[in-house]
């Protein structure tokens, strides 16, 4: 019989209880892996437990509760304890994981993380072990599930917002409260970890600016079709001006992008570098058992050897003023000279044109374009000169677009 490695579970709710099976399921493949038969030395959950004994008896823990609190106090005390961690904790790390992995480093134990970011994507480990020493320019993507698939039934069925998310959570892919993801505060959690990971500098949740999708509107969606854009989430963390940019907001992307086709709840994420020019990877983002898979092999990855744990090299200022492609959306007065007045406003500002679609609805007129990169103030300068027009039915609506071609 070979040693067996005690796994002190906190938490056992969605992703736990998947983990406790995979334990159970894989544990022959597990042995035979590392050398060490896995077991579960005990499970806290709020109804019973103590954290103090399961620490005791464990080789290491898997902190599958959620939140900072208390999952931050257990995570530092297994670490101070000598014992590796797995979490699959976004919040906790994008909020406090200088202190973290500071406390991992101090103690000579792993901190693994793999299921907080696009769940079973391998993008932790690909960021960290294979791009470790590459100069990553920019990792974005689609990071969140609910999101993607309430954006991907809007543009397939012309339905409305509402509409959409009450189904998306009939089908659970969107919680009750739905509110961390449609806002995109959760992939801005997920961003700041990647942009930490990727370009070796600390990057904290209250640092990266999030835009939701909840005032997008079915009409942005049947335009978008007619300018061959679809709309997603996009997380984007890219090396700017001599320092960062994180972010998140809804985005168009022209039909032959690497993201467009990836519709329903998957996730995806693209690294860039001179080195490896583009890798995309994509996958389940969420669910019980791919969670739990993520943190399982996290599990493994431990018990098979030492790696380091992540320790900021750099600290790059973040760049708040970056230039965007944006597509913009005008109610008019159908009247003669109103392009040309918002196309004299544009070109002021040195914004120029790609692509127009104009309709007429009764007296009124939809003006719907794609304007080439600018910077996101001079853009938002125009907007605002534009709204002033005596011709605007409705204040302007615009969205960020990706230009970039891709063959
Ligand atoms: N669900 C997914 O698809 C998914 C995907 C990626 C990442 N994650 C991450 O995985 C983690 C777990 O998510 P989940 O969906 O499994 O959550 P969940 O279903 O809500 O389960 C949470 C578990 O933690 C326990 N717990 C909560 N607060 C506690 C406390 N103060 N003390 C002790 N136990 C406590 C709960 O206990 P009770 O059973 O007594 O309530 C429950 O067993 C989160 O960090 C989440 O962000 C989840």
Do not use: W
Request: charged share 25%; aromatic share 6%.
């Amino acid at each position: 019989m070979s040693e067996p490695v005690r796994i002190g579970l906190l938490g056992r709710g969605t992703v736990g209880s998947a983990f406790v099976d995979l334990v159970e399921s894989r544990a022959d493949a597990i042995e035979a892996a590392t050398g060490r038969r896995p077991e579960i030395s005990g499970v806290l959950t709020r109804e019973g437990g103590d954290f103090g004994a399961i620490l005791e008896r464990s080789d290491l823990i898997v902190e599958l509760i959620g939140g900072t609190d208390p999952a931050r106090t257990y995570v530092l005390d297994a670490l101070r304890a000598g014992k590796p961690v797995v979490t699959a904790n976004k919040q906790l790390l994008a909020q406090h994981g200088e202190e973290l992995f500071a406390a991992a480093r101090e103690a000579g134990v792993q901190l693994r993380f793999e299921a907080a970011v696009a769940g079973v994507i391998p993008v932790v480990r690909t960021i960290q072990e294979s791009f470790g020493v590459t100069e990553i320019t920019k990792v974005f993507g689609i990071v969140n599930g609910t999101t993607n698939f309430i954006l991907s039934q809007m543009a397939e069925t012309g339905a409305g917002y509402g509409e959409v998310l009450a189904r998306a959570q009939e089908l659970g892919y969107a919680e009750a409260d739905p509110s961390d993801d449609v806002s995109g505060a959760d992939a801005a959690a997920k961003m700041a970890i990647l942009a930490r990971l990727a370009f070796h500098t600390p990057v904290t949740l209250d640092q990266v600016p999030f835009e939701g999708i909840e005032a997008i509107q079915p009409d942005d969606l049947a335009y978008a079709k007619e300018l061959d854009l679809s709309l997603k989430l996009l997380g984007v963390a890219e090396r700017r001006d001599g320092g960062i940019s994180v972010r998140v907001f809804p985005c168009f992307l022209y039909s032959g992008h690497p993201l467009a086709p990836v519709g329903g709840p998957f996730n995806a994420v693209m690294v860039e570098a001179p080195a490896i020019t583009e890798v995309t990877m994509s996958g389940p983002g969420a669910g019980g058992v791919e969670t739990a898979s993520a943190v399982l092999g996290d599990v493994v990855s431990i018990l098979s050897g030492e790696a380091p744990v992540h320790e900021a090299r750099e600290r790059l200022p973040l760049v708040a003023d970056v230039s965007s492609s944006f597509y913009l959306h005008l109610e008019v007065a159908d009247r003669p000279g109103v392009l040309a007045r918002i196309a004299q406003v544009l070109g002021e500002k040195e914004i120029s044109v790609k692509s127009v679609v104009q309709r007429g609805i009764g007296d009124d007129a939809r003006l719907v374009m794609v304007v080439h990169e600018c910077l996101e103030s001079r853009f938002a300068a125009a907007m605002e000169e534009i709204g002033r027009l005596a011709e605007l039915r409705a204040a302007p609506r615009s969205i960020r677009v990706i230009e970039e071609e891709f063959v």
